[in-house]
């Protein structure tokens, strides 16, 4: 196999055989092939694509480069959701306790921050001695005692996507159908689920910013996952403005913990709840929307969902206090409030700005070594269409001292527009399955 040419063949726009996607994926995790020419073939898929043959040999052998989790005797229905990655999505954190609570085991694998949106994995590292770096077999056995683990992708599965995910946020070849889809069904298909349900974001601050590509990705992802016997369902939902109010990651455990209490804002209880009712669905775990819903609120309203929360945060060495004391999460050094600069309707509030930002105030990261401030970020209390008076407080700046106060001030500045008129655009527009795409309510 000579590299150099099947780059060229790709940069062509020819496919690769399957059987080179299976060696080419084996031979870069075993370090055989160096980043800089895996790059050059990445940069080539970006543009352009992979036929379903190639997308499938890749997928395939991602999946194959690691081990799987079994469950093999284990009672429970199991099942997973995952995002294509947003700004102040913390629907996870919620989300696995709320549908552990509900019968239902949740043997969530997560990724660390990509580009500009947050990582699940670094939001629950910023809870004191929480650790994310379960093996397979500790996984496996808190699955079957709590009926929930929320773990990093260890490096027995999937090291192919782990190598390739790290190497793609530092070499601008993230924005891609195929290699996206890839990337999250190699992980997905190694959890052993009954069923997944994808949150494929749209908008200007989602990878995948048009509403017909995002449903193209939420096809594909479909598609691969139904082909492998892993039932699965997407919900499109909004990213043109970051969800809920905490962009961060200890501020965004806290804004969890206020929705595992019956107080998170509106937006992501909505998408929370939505792909709540997916996940029991797809499982068998209620009868229809209406009974799964009931479920899960009701897992809130009992107490459930957090103290299954605060179980899972001490069976992976947290401190749990955190979910009666969110004080005990790092405190950045300095806050300041942003406050309208003038009198008008908020028009945007620009995901992709705060997620950069968010990188300036050193909570991400810019080469794969870099260690994250997880104490900062911002609250932000507006969205498109409300209106603001001149000197109304429409965020906080949480930061490591008065130069991040600053930089955070001014990213806030232009992230937060405020003009004649604004509007917010629906929250979840579209469901789809394997049998195709059907429009929400409301969404047009
Ligand atoms: N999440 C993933 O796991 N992989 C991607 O490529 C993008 C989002």
Known sequence: ??????????????????????????????????????????MAVVFRGLEPLELAALTDAMLASGDR????????????KHSTGGVGDKVSLLLAPMVASCGVAVPMMSGRGLGHTGGTLDKLESIPGFRTGLSLG?????????????LGQTPEIAPADRKLYALRDVTGTVESIPLISASIMSKKLAEGLNGLVLDVKTGSGAFIPDPSRAVELARTMIALGEARGCPTVALVTAMDRPLGRACGHALEVEEAVEGLRGSGPDDLMEVTYALGCEMLLLVGAATDAVDARRRLEASISSGRALEKFGR?????????????????????????????PRSGVVSAV????????????????VTIEDAIDPSVGFVITVKPGDRVAKGDPVASVFARDEAGIASGLSALGEAIE????????????RRVTSRGAEVKAGAG
């Open 1 to 42: 196999m000579v590299i150099p040419s099947l780059i060229q063949h790709k940069r062509d726009g020819h496919a690769i055989a399957p059987e080179d996607w299976a060696r080419l994926v084996r031979d870069y995790t075993a370090g055989r092939i160096p980043d800089y020419q895996m790059s050059a073939l990445l």
């Open 138 to 150: 500790e996984a496996r056995a808190q699955v079957e005692r709590l009926g929930c683990a929320m």
């Open 418 to 429: 405020i003009g004649e008129q604004g509007r917010l655009t629906p929250l979840i527009t």
């Open 350 to 365: 620009e995901p992709r700005r705060i997620g950069r930002a968010i990188l300036e105030l050193g909570g991400g990261r």
């Open 69 to 80: 989790l079994r469950f093999d005797g284990f009672a429970l229905p199991r099942a997973d």
């Open 312 to 340: 899972v945060i001490e069976a992976q060495g947290g401190n749990p206090a955190v979910i009666e004391d969110p004080g005990i999460l790092p405190q950045a050094g300095a806050v300041e409030v942003y406050r309208a």
